[in-house]
């Protein structure tokens, strides 16, 4: 089972085997657009993320957390 099923585009990943994906550089830089934006990752150890000031405000507007930190346990 997989919990969460990422979505790959193809017209990035079409040239990289399934074995060198978590070290690709597509990996490396994730593109969202959620309320909060990723301003660093600690591999194993945390996920550091923004309020994105540009989320739209019939979607809830910025979030009223200025940052939110996600920690690997």
């Avoid at 990996?27 to 739209?56: C, H, K, M, T, Y």
Wanted: proline share 12%; glycine share 8%; aromatic share 8%.
């Amino acid at each position: 089972a997989v919990p969460l099923l990422p979505l790959l585009p193809a017209h990035r990943l079409d040239s990289v085997p399934p074995e060198r994906l978590r070290s690709a550089a597509f990996n490396r830089a994730p593109v969202g657009n959620g309320p909060f934006r990723l301003v660093e990752q600690r591999a194993g150890d945390r996920w550091i993320f923004a309020a994105n000031d540009a989320f739209p405000d019939g979607l809830g507007g910025r979030p009223r957390l200025d940052r939110l930190v996600w920690r690997t346990v």
